[in-house]
């Protein structure tokens, strides 16, 4: 088995035992992305000699004994809207091409401690606004699987570096799907905690109250060993959780006897791929053999969660992105006349097409006289969406269901009419509106070879019964690979 199609669990154990070492494996994923990237354009920004730098002081520690986790040595790829000390952090925006922080993010920090080696920061829809990795300043990513096809978004670069061997592990972040999304395009395993669970002190935030820090990896035991090192309780953060069940790696086990699984009629209606739908099925069937018991039912206010959801994120985003003027740092505009004028310049010639959208829908929903016809309405639906997974939840230890309503689209598709790319996140979305825990995995490939998503959702704090019945089902699937594809 080569370096590369190593989990980030068999590699730490690897270079532990002395079979490898970290600048080994800094060296292969360098190289991988030399060959792959000008045909993928997974990261913004690739560290070369930093990693190789971090990866000789991680080896010394591994050696003296120092660093014994289980992710020591391994390189990792950051979402560009994760701070990185020292390192250029764009959010793929214009607007932020030139910003370098001077403190990293807690979700980063966590990883460093235990001993990972950060070769770069991933391509992502701008601001993390975006399904496909295509509202991004610096150019689209494309999916490994098919070039042709995005990976998804909005950490669609993430994904497809997971994907691509360009990195063993990569963290995103989830608004409305955007880890799970870009993990079913891509073949990976995403997970999106409990909101809380991982600190989102230094996320460039987009919707504060949606907005959650998780892992893109080849496998559900690198999952659970990556979440283990990023949650954590952090006073920076007011909306961090103590948590004291944060061993996940310890729910990897191979059952799923007597659990029981709801799969909501919901989902299965208009607008699902046949492919999509057969696949999923399948999955569920994979489970009730394993011993799982699984019902039917209705999940209500679906229909709801799409409109809650743009409806709460704009007005978020109008609101944290107000601090992006041309003044403090970032993008400022050549030629102004005036204060208002360089405001003005700056946010237009800065932000792209999408964020704009979003904006000003949100200042709009925000503004005296629609705020209590949109805003607080919202405010409410959620309420009650939340509400009705607290009822299913009283029934079932998880959801299933599908990640997308079809596979990754073409390039270029999604773009053209944004409403029908507003409606392909309407799987994901209300999993963040009532905070939840969910998981994407593969379970299968359409007739074109691109693959499928299956995604498990868990009741607050219920991480481990989905790590484990996800790894449940991973075992009885087998291995998931792109035999025969342009990756690895």
Same mark, same amino acid.
């Given at each position: ?12 154990a ?6 490898t070492?970290a ?5 292969e994923?360098l190289?991988q992305i ?5 045909l993928?354009?997974c ?6 000699e930093g ?5 000789e002081a991680v ?7 120092e660093?014994?986790g289980t992710?020591?040595?391994?390189p990792v790829a ?5 701070c ?10 214009k607007?932020?091409?030139n ?17 990972a080696v950060?070769?770069?920061k ?8 975006g399904s496909t990795?295509?509202?991004?300043a610096f150019?689209a990513?494309?999916?490994p699987w098919?070039?042709g096809?995005?990976?998804?978004g909005?950490?669609?670069g993430?994904a497809?570096a997971?994907?691509?061997?360009e990195c063993f592990y ?18 990976v395993v995403g997970?999106?905690p ?5 600190s989102r002190?230094?996320?460039i ?10 892992p893109?990896a ?5 999952c ?5 090192a990023i ?15 944060t061993?996940f790696?310890a ?7 007597g659990?029981?699984?709801?799969v909501?009629n919901d ?9 999509v ?10 489970l ?7 019902e039917r ?14 409806t ?6 109008s609101s ?5 003027d041309?003044?403090?740092?970032g993008?400022r ?9 360089l405001?003005?310049k ?5 932000f ?7 904006i ?7 503004s005296?006289g ?7 309405k ?12 607290d ?7 998880l959801?299933l269901?599908?990640? #997308?309503?079809?596979? $990754?689209p073409?390039? =270029?598709? @999604? +773009?053209a009419?944004p409403?029908?790319m507003y409606?392909?996140? &309407?799987?994901?979305i #209300?999993?963040n509106l $009532?905070?939840?825990? =969910?998981? @994407? +995995?593969?379970?299968g490939?359409?007739?074109?070879g691109?693959? &499928?998503?299956l995604?498990m959702i ?7 019964k989905? +790590? ?5 089902y ?15």
């Amino acid at each position: 088995m080569s370096l590369l199609e190593m989990t980030a669990v068999e590699l730490a154990a690897a270079i532990k035992e002395g079979k490898t070492t970290a600048v080994e494996a800094a060296k292969e994923a360098l190289a991988q992305i030399e060959a792959k990237e000008d045909l993928y354009h997974c990261y913004v920004t690739i560290d070369k000699e930093g990693a190789l730098a971090q990866a000789e002081a991680v080896q010394a520690k591994i050696e003296a004994g120092e660093l014994t986790g289980t992710l020591a040595g391994v390189p990792v790829a950051i979402k560009d809207n994760l701070c990185t000390e020292g390192l250029l952090t764009t959010c793929s925006s214009k607007i932020l091409s030139n910003f370098i922080p001077t403190y990293s993010a807690e979700a980063v920090l966590n990883l460093q401690k235990a001993g990972a080696v950060i070769l770069g920061k991933t391509n992502m829809d701008e601001f993390a606004m975006g399904s496909t990795t295509e509202t991004s300043a610096f150019g689209a990513t494309c999916n490994p699987w098919n070039p042709g096809h995005v990976p998804g978004g909005s950490s669609g670069g993430s994904a497809a570096a997971v994907a691509a061997g360009e990195c063993f592990y990569a963290l995103g972040s989830d608004t409305g799907g955007s880890i799970r999304q870009p993990a079913s395009f891509c073949g990976v395993v995403g997970m999106k905690p409990t909101y809380g669970t991982v600190s989102r002190y230094g996320l460039i935030a987009y919707g504060s109250s949606l907005d959650q820090i998780g892992p893109l990896a080849k496998d559900v035991t690198d999952c659970a060993a990556i979440l283990e090192a990023i949650a954590s309780h952090d006073e920076k953060d007011s909306t961090s959780i103590k948590r004291q069940d944060t061993d996940f790696t310890a729910a990897l086990v191979d059952d799923v006897k007597g659990m029981k699984i709801g799969v909501p009629n919901d989902y299965f209606g208009e607008g699902l791929d046949p492919e999509v739908k057969d696949a999923v099925l399948q999955a569920v069937k994979v489970l009730e053999e394993k011993g799982a018991v699984v019902e039917r039912f209705d999940l209500s206010l679906v229909d709801y969660a799409i409109p809650t959801y743009y409806t709460i994120a704009a007005a978020e985003a109008s609101s944290n992105l107000e601090r992006f003027d041309g003044i403090k740092y970032g993008y400022r505009t050549k030629e102004y006349s005036g204060l208002h004028n360089l405001y003005k310049k700056s946010r237009s010639e800065g932000f792209g097409e999408e964020v704009k959208r979003r904006i000003m829908l949100g200042s709009f929903v925000l503004s005296s006289g629609y705020y209590d016809a949109y805003y607080l309405k919202a405010l409410k639906v959620k309420a009650l969406i939340k509400k009705a997974f607290d009822e299913a939840f009283a029934n079932y230890d998880l959801i299933l269901g599908p990640v #997308a309503p079809t596979t $990754a689209p073409k390039l =270029g598709a @999604s +773009l053209a009419d944004p409403i029908k790319m507003y409606l392909g996140d &309407i799987y994901t979305i #209300a999993v963040n509106l $009532a905070g939840l825990p =969910g998981i @994407s +995995l593969p379970c299968g490939k359409d007739k074109n070879g691109l693959p &499928i998503g299956l995604q498990m959702i868990g009741d607050c704090f219920q991480e481990k019964k989905l +790590l484990q019945a996800a790894y449940t089902y991973e075992k009885a699937r087998g291995t998931f690979s792109m035999a025969g594809k342009e990756a690895i």
